[in-house]
Every structure is written in C-alpha cells, then in structure tokens.
C-alpha cells in the first residue's frame, strides 16, 4: 500500500477513517475505507492511464446515473484531488462503496447471466437519453480507438512478441471487427458511452439486484461491444452456449436488436479478445504479465485463428 498517497488523499477528502484494506494494487490502486458511519472506495489512478477530463466525465456521467436511475452503481462523493508526487500529478477519486458480491464465472447460472443483460440494456437505455454538458470528454473507442494502434492498445516498443502471422491473424480480426463496424453505423443508437469493461469481477449482485464498478474504462463506443467483456469471461464454462443467450434474451428484452446482431456481437467478442493481445504487450512490464506475455499471446492467437476458419471462438476442447 502506498502509505503516503492514501494518506494524502483521504486528507484531502476531510475523511477520518477507521481502517483503509487494499483491494486491488494493480493499474489502478482500490482501496476500501471504513469509517464510523460510512465506507467509501478510495481511487489512485495509474499514472498517465487517464486524462484528468476523462475522469472528471466519468463522475459526471456516474452521478448522472445515480440520480436519474435505480441502478446499482458507485455515487461519487466529491471532485477529483489532483496529487504531487515526485513531480507528477497523480489522480485521486472517493466513491461511496457498493455492497454486493463477484459471482465466479462457474457459480453463474442462465438466470443470472439474464440479469446481467438486463442490466446492461439499462445502463444503455440511460446513454441514449444522457446530455453530456459543456466540455464533456472521453476517449472513443471506435475502430481507431481500438485498432488504430494508439492508446491502451498501443503496442509500439512491443511488436517483438508477435510473429508475422500472428499479427495477420489480429489484423484480419480487426477488419471484420471494422465491417460490423460500418454496418452498425447504419442503425439509430448504437452508439453512445458505454462502461467497457463489464467482464464478471466488475459486476456484483446484492439480493435481486445486479450493478457493476469500475467505470474507470467508460468510453464512447458500440452499445453491442459492451457485452463482449461480460461474455468473454464466461468462455470456460461448461454451459457458455446458455449464458450467452441469457445475456442477450435479457439484453433484447429491455433494447430489442435485429437478430443479425447476435453474429455481430460474435465478431465483436474475437475482436475484445484479439484486443487482449495488445493490452498484455503493453503491459509486460508488469512481472506478473511480462513473465507469460508470449506464452498467452500464442495460445489466445491460435484461438483467433480457428475462429477466422469457422467463425466460432474455442477455449481448449470447448467449442463455442
């Protein structure tokens, strides 16, 4: 835990705490911060990950939901604290804590996974009818966002963990990716801010309701993309054919989509899964990834290769 950097921050925030628990240390640093009356999530955000206008639309857009929606959801308690540390700033952000609970993958059933997609279909519905005010920024993540080579998914300095045909494999996944795309294009509403990263750890159920975290991620982007995080996570299982059309049934229920759609969110999940090449290549700097970078670039490549020669995704014997 970085001592100095909690510390600084919660004094910024006026919060007399009663004890601060690590819960997440890597990229951004998540605490949990108790106090007599209340439990809030502290944020230190990654250095140079987000821009401080990015962040500050992220509690805009949060505190939208918040007020206009019964969704379970982070409520911001106060602006972003902007921290100096060795000459740098360092963003800081206080939400109010969420109670629920992260169902693993496995412990999901149909019924579950429908909530989910319900759930997704609302956050959705609110995007649609949100006005961002004056000055409202986030990054996009349409097909430069996300195969342009730039951001997150830059791997410039890293190209030398991918073969040559491994980068015609992603290549040729980002092209399809940028034909569902252009066909999307031509719809009313499929495009709007969108969480981004609603794979199953950011999603908690308490009692009958679903929420998610973690909106750190939360962009512009194909309202059909955000299911791809969320379905991608539930690859392994055994009973993933059911789940994925939970999540959608529970999806269309709310946000009725042409049933073309269902191949377009197909190719869409290859291509968040191709993006996770790129993410880990950006991030071998880290031990923990660096250490397997190849190795898991290899194995997820040849996946994509068998899902451009019979347009399913395969995770070891399971093909779905």
């Known amino acids: 835990m970085n001592d100095a950097l909690v510390t600084q921050a919660l004094q ?23 106090t ?16 401080l206008e990015w962040i500050e639309a992220e509690l805009t857009w949060l505190k939208a939901l918040r007020q206009e929606t019964d969704l379970l959801i982070p409520k911001p308690i106060a602006p972003v604290c902007t921290l100096n540390s060795d000459g740098t700033s360092i963003y800081c952000t206080l939400l109010e804590w969420i109670e629920g609970s992260q169902l693993l993958p496995k412990a999901t059933t149909p019924e579950h996974a429908q909530q989910i997609g319900t759930f997704i279909a609302h956050l959705h519905n609110h995007s649609v009818n949100f006005s961002p005010p004056p000055n409202f920024t986030l990054p996009r993540l349409d097909w430069n966002g996300m195969f342009g ?14 073969t040559n045909e491994q980068h015609s494999i992603l290549n040729q996944i980002g092209e399809q990716v940028r034909e569902v795309m252009a066909t999307l294009d031509k719809e009313p509403d499929q495009f709007g801010i969108i969480h981004a990263d609603l ?54 229920s709310i946000r009725p989509l042409p049933a073309s759609f269902n191949q377009h969110l197909e190719t869409l999940v290859a291509g968040r899964y191709a993006l996770s090449c790129y993410w880990i290549a950006a991030n071998r700097h880290i031990p923990a990834i660096g250490e397997r970078a190849s ?16 347009g399913k995704l395969r995770r070891g014997e399971i093909i779905i």
């Open 12 to 34: 910024h925030f006026n919060i007399n705490y009663t004890q601060v628990t690590p819960i997440k240390t890597s990229n951004n640093a998540v605490y949990r911060v108790d």
């Open 36 to 51: 007599t009356n209340a439990t809030y999530a502290l944020r230190i955000h990654q250095q140079g990950k987000r821009k």
């Open 149 to 162: 080579g730039s951001g997150a998914y830059s791997i410039e300095g890293n190209t030398d963990l991918f």
């Open 199 to 252: 794979i199953w750890k950011n999603i908690l159920f308490n009692g009958e309701k679903v929420g998610a975290i973690d909106f750190d991620e939360c962009a512009y982007g194909y309202y059909l993309y955000d299911l791809a995080p969320a379905l991608l996570g539930y690859m392994d299982e055994p009973n993933y054919p059911e789940i994925r059309a939970a999540i959608w049934d529970g999806y269309t």
């Open 295 to 310: 190795e898991i670039i290899t194995f997820r490549t040849e996946q994509l290769r068998r899902y451009l020669e019979t």
